[in-house]
């Protein structure tokens, strides 16, 4: 294993260093890098890696949702509130149900479809929450907090779409699942979530002021609280992953300067944490599980953007966002990564029929998704989101 980490860490930095200069987003070459080392083609990826990837690609989801977290404040929320919740339900919404009928080109059900549907709806937090925290930091979209919003928005998206998923894949199974009140049901765990997160963030405001330690220690602590905390999921209905953001958004509050340090620390932890996220998710990839009915797959995931697009126009209705800056919402939800990695083969694991065209479709909305995202960001951003005129000047 040690042998794998040090290739990955020594081969990712000129990747990445080569497509920028290329003026792409490096997480491509990280991606790309991770099909060309994992067991698909060079296999120089440790197996014991392998089998605790999906546990580091989580540990790096942590690091950027904290990022996240303390990247908002409460002044940002009361702005964006209403866009930023019409945005966390309805493209996700849009693009799960209209994937559940197009899917029966593939052969599945309409069962089958919305489990496809809402692997593939979830955004990738991993390739937006970044982009948009780097143009926070420059100002961009500041006026309407366009970046804030799409930061609030896409990690509540995720959480509605594996809610959505668990449902189908249940009813699939034959359990006894009252679709109405699963649905229901997410509200409850969002706001179990934030308010344990907020709580725990609160908690960690009190620790900090009372007792002076190096922020190096303050970052450990808040990291392994999250991931702990995280765990919980597996007993009880809470929306953990944003409860960490919660988390940051509290510690904002209460430490404002702190946070700024710690959000320092945590962009470094970051680095190393995005290369083994993307390396990893990569090396996930299955090229073999793609198949031969890939052009119908490409052609789903391609339907489901366009109706994705349209949920992000119906979301923005009656904002104050103009035309481009409604063309950048669209363009930044784009990208699939993370869940479609972690939650893709769950039906083929499961003995689901069709499980493996369920497995095909995911590999394909990362290949297609992630690096048109993440390249859309980068060119439609500048050319949409302008700074505020006192920045300007």
């Not at 080392?37 to 540990?59: A, C, F, M």
Request: hydrophobic share 55%; glycine share 10%; charged share 15%.
């Amino acid at each position: 294993m040690v042998l794998s980490i040090s290739l990955i860490i020594i081969l990712s930095i000129p990747i990445i260093s080569l497509f920028e200069k290329l003026r792409l987003p490096g997480l491509i070459g990280l991606i790309f890098l991770g099909v060309l080392l994992g067991p698909q083609i060079l296999n120089l990826i440790d197996r014991s890696l392998l089998d605790v990837s999906s546990e580091i690609r989580l540990l790096a989801l942590i690091v950027i949702l904290l990022r996240a977290g303390l990247g908002l404040d409460r002044n940002t929320m009361k702005k964006i509130g209403p866009l930023a919740l019409r945005m966390s339900f309805l493209p996700g919404i849009f693009e799960g149900f209209s994937i559940m009928f197009f899917a029966q080109w593939l052969g599945l059900d309409l069962v089958k479809g919305g489990m496809l549907g809402f692997i593939i709806a979830a955004v990738s937090p991993a390739v937006v929450v970044p982009e948009m925290l780097r143009f926070k930091e420059s100002n961009m979209g500041k006026d309407r907090e366009v970046p804030s919003t799409i930061l609030a928005a896409a990690s509540v998206d995720d959480v509605v779409a594996i809610t959505i998923f668990t449902v189908f894949l249940g009813i699939d199974r034959g359990e006894n699942i009252n679709i109405v009140t699963a649905v229901a049901s997410v509200p409850l765990e969002i706001a179990f979530g934030i308010g344990t997160g907020a709580l725990i963030g609160f908690l960690f405001a009190l620790l900090f002021k009372k007792f002076h330690m190096r922020d190096t220690k303050k970052v450990l602590l808040v990291l392994s609280s999250a991931f702990i905390f995280h765990q919980l999921e597996n007993y009880m209905p809470v929306a953990t992953l944003l409860g960490v953001m919660a988390i940051g958004f509290m510690l904002r509050e209460k430490l404002p300067v702190a946070a700024e340090r710690l959000a320092g620390k945590m962009e470094r932890v970051w680095v190393l944490a995005e290369v083994f996220l993307f390396v990893l998710v990569g090396a996930s990839v299955s090229i073999n599980a793609i198949g031969s009915s890939w052009q119908k797959g490409v052609l789903v995931v391609v339907l489901g953007l366009s109706f994705r697009s349209l949920g992000v126009a119906v979301s923005t209705l009656g904002s104050k966002l103009n035309l481009r800056e409604r063309l950048f919402c669209m363009v930044s939800y784009i990208p699939k990564a993370t869940v479609q990695a972690a939650v893709g083969g769950i039906p083929l694991a499961m003995g689901v029929v069709y499980g493996d065209i369920i497995l095909s479709v995911s590999i394909l909305s990362i290949i297609i998704t992630a690096p048109l995202g993440a390249i859309g960001i980068r060119y439609i951003g500048p050319r949409t989101l302008k700074k505020p005129a006192h920045f300007e000047n």
